[in-house]
Structures are given as C-alpha cells and as structure tokens.
C-alpha cells in the first residue's frame, strides 16, 4: 500500500486517478495548506473487517467490572 497526497487543485484535475488509485488500495489525502483534510476511501472499505478477530485472544478475571475500592478510586484520583 502506497500513501499518496494531492492539493486540491491538482485532486480536482486528476480525481479519477485518485478514486482509481484508493479502489486499489492506496491511502490518498487531499490537503490544503499543508494540511490533511480529506482522505479518499471507497465504497465497501468497511467490509474487509470481520467482526470476532480478537475472539479467545482477550480475557479479564470475574471480578474485572466489579467496583472499585475506596483506595483504588483514591489512587485513581476519584475520592
């Protein structure tokens, strides 16, 4: 995967190629003043995730969510 940038100028003559150059995988930006303000991205990008990747990766203990102590929320700065 390439990174590629364009000015706005230059994205609204070649907008084509740009849209051509994201469908392939490239990450493309347009900037104005130096500054990232658009990224390029095609329809259906999206659905290359699949949700469950971190399945059997991830665990916590039972007590994870329980609250927390009146010295924890004190170490945390929260009492």
């Known amino acids: 995967m390439t990174t590629k940038t364009y000015t706005v100028t ?3 003559k070649r907008l ?3 849209i051509r150059e994201a469908e392939r995988g490239d990450e493309v930006y347009i900037v104005d003043e130096k500054k990232r303000r658009v990224k390029v991205v ?3 990008a ?6 469950g990747g971190f399945e059997g990766k991830i665990s916590s203990t039972p007590d994870a969510f329980d609250p927390l ?5 004190k170490d945390w700065g929260l009492k």
């Open 46 to 51: 999206d659905k290359k995730r699949k949700p």
């Open 16 to 18: 084509s190629k740009l």
């Open 69 to 73: 102590t009146d010295e924890e929320l």
């Open 42 to 44: 095609p329809l259906g």
């Open 10 to 12: 230059e994205a609204k």
